[in-house]
């Protein structure tokens, strides 16, 4: 069962999923990402001929969001049709973690299961622009 506060979001997440262009993998997602003030952008995955041009529900959200002036986000939801749910890609966690940072990402599917993790718990030790400043602080000194 979702909290309150995650019912809206992955009924954002949910709508969007049914604009997913699968076409290839029939893989359908949807991603919705709260920003701080509350507004909700949602997205699906967007499927190329040229599959690895292929974009994750969760980037297109991002990019909608960031593209739209939003910057400082609450959390971020992605639902697809799968029993055990459907965790965000690696290039996906990368990006969350560096535009988003620490939020809880709300996992759900279409028959009500949800569950919440942590960027932190899906993305530890992460690359990012904190550690290229202090990995060039490190050289400096
Ligand atoms: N996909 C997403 O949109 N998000 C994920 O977190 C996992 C994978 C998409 C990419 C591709 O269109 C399809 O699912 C199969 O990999």
């Known amino acids: ?9 992955i009924e954002a997440a949910t709508r969007a999923r049914d604009c997913a262009l699968a076409q290839f993998s029939k893989f359908c997602v949807g991603a919705a990402l709260e920003a701080e003030d509350g507004k909700i952008f ?13 974009m994750c529900a969760e980037r297109v959200t991002i990019w909608k969001a960031l593209s739209e002036g939003a910057r400082k986000f609450a959390r971020i939801a992605v639902v697809a049709d799968t029993e055990r749910l459907t965790p965000p890609c690696g290039a996906c966690r990368q990006i969350i973690w560096e535009f988003c940072g620490d939020i809880p990402v709300v996992l759900a599917n279409l028959r009500g299961d949800t569950e919440t993790l942590q960027m932190a718990e899906l993305l530890p030790r992460p690359f990012d622009a ?6 060039g602080e490190a050289e400096q000194a």
């Open 1 to 9: 069962m979702s909290t309150k506060v995650e019912t809206e979001i």
């Open 42 to 54: 949602a997205g699906c995955n967007i499927e190329s001929a040229a599959y690895e041009l292929t």
């Open 130 to 135: 904190k550690f290229l400043e202090e990995a």
